[in-house]
C-alpha cells in the first residue's frame, strides 16, 4: 500500500495557448484506488490521458515505478485503459474483445481462453463469449471494456468516467463491483469522474481538480471534513460558507457572534471562510438557539427534508428529519466540531450562498457537468 | 393515408423506370433470345458467346487489376484526407473530385497524347536519349487508363469509411500493446473492409463494361467485351449477339457485386451502389 508507483512532477499542458493543466504534482502508490474528482473541463481527463500515454505534456515529466515514460508509447506501457463509452471493437464478438490484448501479446491460444474466460466470470458475463458487442446492454459492454482492460493484468488501470453511461440503479451496483475487483486484484486504480459520491464511496485517496490545479488531495473523510477552500467545500457535498473572522486560536467571529471551533493555527483577526455542512446544524428553539431564523422554503428529500432558513439576510441551507414548516421561526445550535474554518482563496464569495436556491439545484449542477473534452 | 401519398410521389419515377429500364431490358432480352433471321426463338445466342470467353475472361482481369491497383492507391489517400482538419479534408475532397468534373472523353484522349508513339512522354524519353518505347496500345495503358479515370470511385467510399472509424478504437487498440502497424492490421483494416468492397465494386462495374479506353488506349489483342457489344451493335450488324452478350455482362455485374456485398457486410460501406 505504500510503494510509490507513479508521479506526476509539475505537469502542464496548453491547446492553443490555453492552459488546461497548471503545474500539477501527485505521486500514486501501488494498490491505491486514487480518484481525480472534478468538474467538467477541469482537467481531470487530460491527466489521465497523459498518464495512458495518449497526450504529451506541454511540460513535467510522469515516472512510472521510477523511470520517466514521458517518451514512452502507450502499446509499451504497463497501462491500461477502461475508455469513457467503452471504445470496444465492432468487428470482435465479446470474447475477441476480452482478448485482444493476450493475443496482441502473442500468448498460447489455450491460456488465452482460460484468461478470458476467468474474467468473463469476474465481470458476470459467462456464457457471453459469442454475444456480438451490439447486442450487449450498457452495463454489458462497461462490463467487457473492464475485462478487456483487466485480462492483461497491468500494474495500473485507468478509468476514465467508466460508469458515466449508466443509470443509478447499474452505477451503484457496479460501483461496488469495481471496488471489489480492485481488492481481489490487487491493481492500482486511477478513476475520473465528476461525480462526489463515486469519489468518496470507492476511493483510498480523492484529488479534487478545478480550473487545471489540484485543488486538494485526501482521504474522503478528510475531503469532506476539512475541505480546503470554498470550491471543495462547495463541490463535495452542500455547504453553508460564511465570512468570518478568526479571532484567536479556536475562536472564530460571524453573524456578530464568537463560537467556539477546533481550528487554530490562523493568523490574529484574519478573515477566514467558514463551513457549516447542512446536516451538522442542530435545530432547537427559538429562545435556546445561538442563531434564531425563518424558514423560507421546504424540500422533501425522502431521507430528509431541505430547508432553507434565512438569517439576517443570509440563506442557509440545513438538511434535517423533522418537518419544520415555511414561515416557522426555529433556533440552531452550533457545536465546535460543527464549524469549519478556511483561508480565503480565490473561490472566497463564490460559493455556499443558499440565496438563490431552487428545489432543481441538483439536477442543473448534474446537467452542467455531463461532458468533458 | 400516408401511404397513398408516397405510392403518389414515387409514380413518376416508377413510370420512368417502366419506360426506360424495364421495357428496354425486356427488348434485350427478346433479342438475346432470337434469330436475327427469322425472329424465331433460340438459344443459339447463348451457345455462340462461347468464342467470346476469353475476352469475358480479359474484360474481367484488367478490371480487377484496376480496382486492386486503385485500392493500393487509394487507400493511403483515403485515410490522409480522413485524418487531416475539417477545412483541409474539404479542400482534399474537392481535388480528388475534380477530375471527375472534365470529360470522360477528354480525360481518355489526353493520356493518347501522353502516351502515343509521338507523344509528350515518348518525346521526352527520346530527348533524353532513352528511346521511344510501346506505351499505347498495351494492356498497361488500358488498365492505366481504368485507374485514372476510375480511382476517385475508390478513394470516396474509403474516405466516407475512415472518417467515421472512431478515433478511441485506435487508442483502444494502442493501449491493448498494439504498435502502430498492428493497429493498422487488427483494427483498422477490418473496419474498412465496407469502404473496401464498396470501392472495388464501384471501380470493377465500370470498368468492365467500359469500351472507350481500351478503344482509345489498347491494341488488336486488348479488346474487352464493351468493344465488343458495341462492334456487334454499330458495325457487325449482329445485334442480337449484342444482346445476349449485354445479358452476360449484366449477370457477371451482378454476381459480382453480390459476392462484394456478401463479403462487405452491413450499410457501413457508405455508398450504395
Not at chain 1, 13 to 37: A, K, P
Request: hydrophobic share 45%.
Amino acid at each position: 500500500m505504500s510503494k510509490e508507483l507513479i508521479r506526476l512532477r509539475d505537469l502542464t499542458m496548453e491547446f492553443d495557448g490555453e492552459r488546461i493543466l497548471d503545474s500539477i504534482n501527485l505521486y500514486i502508490n501501488d494498490h491505491e484506488f486514487l480518484t481525480l474528482l472534478g468538474p467538467s473541463g477541469c482537467g481531470k481527463t487530460t491527466t489521465l490521458r497523459i498518464i495512458g500515454g495518449f497526450l504529451n505534456p506541454t511540460s513535467g515529466t510522469v515516472t512510472f515505478d521510477g523511470e520517466i515514460i514521458n517518451d514512452v508509447p502507450p502499446y509499451k506501457r504497463q497501462i491500461n485503459t477502461v475508455f469513457q463509452r467503452y471504445a470496444l471493437f465492432p468487428h470482435l464478438n465479446v470474447f475477441d474483445n476480452i482478448a485482444f490484448g493476450l493475443r496482441v501479446a502473442k500468448l498460447p491460444a489455450e491460456e488465452v481462453t482460460e484468461r478470458v474466460n476467468r474474467m468473463l466470470e469476474v465481470v458476470s458475463l459467462k456464457g457471453y463469449g459469442h454475444r456480438h458487442i451490439n447486442s450487449l446492454s450498457g452495463g454489458q459492454q462497461q462490463r467487457v471494456a473492464i475485462a478487456r482492460a483487466l485480462v492483461n493484468e497491468p500494474k495500473v488501470l485507468l478509468l476514465d468516467e467508466p460508469l458515466g453511461a449508466l443509470d443509478l440503479r447499474l452505477r451503484k451496483d457496479m460501483q461496488i463491483e469495481l471496488k471489489r475487483i480492485q481488492q481481489a486484484m490487487g491493481i492500482t486504480f486511477v478513476y475520473v469522474t465528476h461525480d462526489q459520491e463515486e469519489a468518496l464511496s470507492m476511493s483510498d485517496t480523492v484529488v479534487v481538480m478545478d480550473k487545471g490545479r489540484i485543488q486538494q488531495i485526501g482521504k474522503p473523510e478528510d475531503i469532506y471534513n476539512e475541505p480546503k477552500n470554498a470550491f471543495v467545500a462547495d463541490f463535495i457535498g452542500e455547504s453553508n460558507i460564511l465570512d468570518g473572522v478568526m479571532l484567536s486560536d479556536y475562536k472564530v467571529r460571524f453573524f456578530g457572534r464568537t463560537f467556539q471551533c477546533v481550528d487554530k493555527g490562523f493568523a490574529p483577526n484574519e478573515s477566514v471562510d467558514v463551513v457549516i455542512r447542512p446536516e451538522d446544524i442542530d435545530i432547537v428553539a427559538p429562545e435556546e438557539g445561538h442563531l434564531v431564523g425563518v424558514v423560507t422554503s421546504v424540500t422533501f428529500k425522502g431521507l430528509n427534508y431541505d430547508i432553507i432558513v434565512e438569517f439576517k439576510g443570509f440563506k442557509w441551507l440545513i438538511q434535517t428529519t423533522d418537518y419544520h414548516g415555511e414561515g416557522a421561526t426555529i433556533g440552531i445550535r452550533l457545536n465546535p466540531e460543527d464549524i469549519h474554518i478556511m483561508h480565503k482563496s480565490e473561490y472566497s464569495g463564490m460559493f455556499g450562498d443558499y440565496s438563490s436556491y431552487s428545489a432543481e439545484y441538483d439536477e442543473l449542477t448534474e446537467d452542467a457537468e455531463d461532458e468533458e473534452e | 393515408m400516408r401511404k397513398n401519398k408516397s405510392v403518389l410521389l414515387s409514380t413518376p419515377y416508377i413510370l420512368w423506370m417502366l419506360v426506360f429500364t424495364l421495357i428496354p431490358l425486356g427488348v434485350v432480352g427478346y433479342y438475346a433470345l432470337t434469330d436475327p433471321e427469322s425472329g424465331a426463338f433460340t438459344l443459339s445466342n447463348l451457345k455462340d458467346l462461347g468464342m467470346y470467353l476469353p475476352v469475358l475472361g480479359q474484360s474481367v482481369l484488367y478490371s480487377l487489376a484496376s480496382a486492386l491497383i486503385c485500392l493500393i492507391l487509394g487507400y493511403p489517400v483515403a485515410y490522409y484526407i480522413a485524418h487531416r482538419g475539417p477545412v483541409a479534408q474539404k479542400i482534399l475532397y474537392m481535388l480528388v473530385m475534380l477530375p471527375m468534373c472534365m470529360s470522360f472523353l477528354l480525360r481518355t484522349l489526353a493520356w493518347v497524347g501522353l502516351l502515343q508513339d509521338t507523344g509528350i512522354i515518348n518525346n521526352l524519353l527520346e530527348a533524353i536519349g532513352i528511346g521511344r518505347l510501346q506505351l499505347i496500345r498495351t494492356p498497361g495503358a488500358v488498365i492505366l487508363g481504368m485507374v485514372y479515370n476510375y480511382l476517385p470511385y475508390m478513394i470516396l467510399p474509403l474516405y466516407a469509411t475512415l472518417v467515421k472509424l472512431d478515433h478511441r478504437l485506435i487508442e483502444a487498440a494502442e493501449d491493448l500493446g498494439c504498435t502502430p502497424a498492428k493497429t493498422f492490421m487488427k483494427v483498422i483494416l477490418p473496419l474498412s473492409v465496407p469502404g473496401i468492397f464498396s470501392g472495388i465494386t464501384m471501380v470493377f462495374v465500370p470498368a468492365v463494361s467500359t469500351f472507350y479506353i481500351s478503344q482509345k488506349l489498347g491494341g488488336t489483342d486488348t479488346v474487352l467485351i464493351g468493344d465488343l457489344i458495341e462492334r456487334l451493335f454499330k458495325q457487325g450488324d449482329n445485334p442480337n449477339l449484342g444482346a445476349a452478350l449485354s445479358l452476360v455482362l449484366m449477370a457477371l455485374v451482378f454476381v459480382c457485386t453480390g459476392i462484394m456485398n456478401r463479403f462487405g457486410g452491413d450499410e457501413e460501406g457508405g455508398v450504395i451502389v
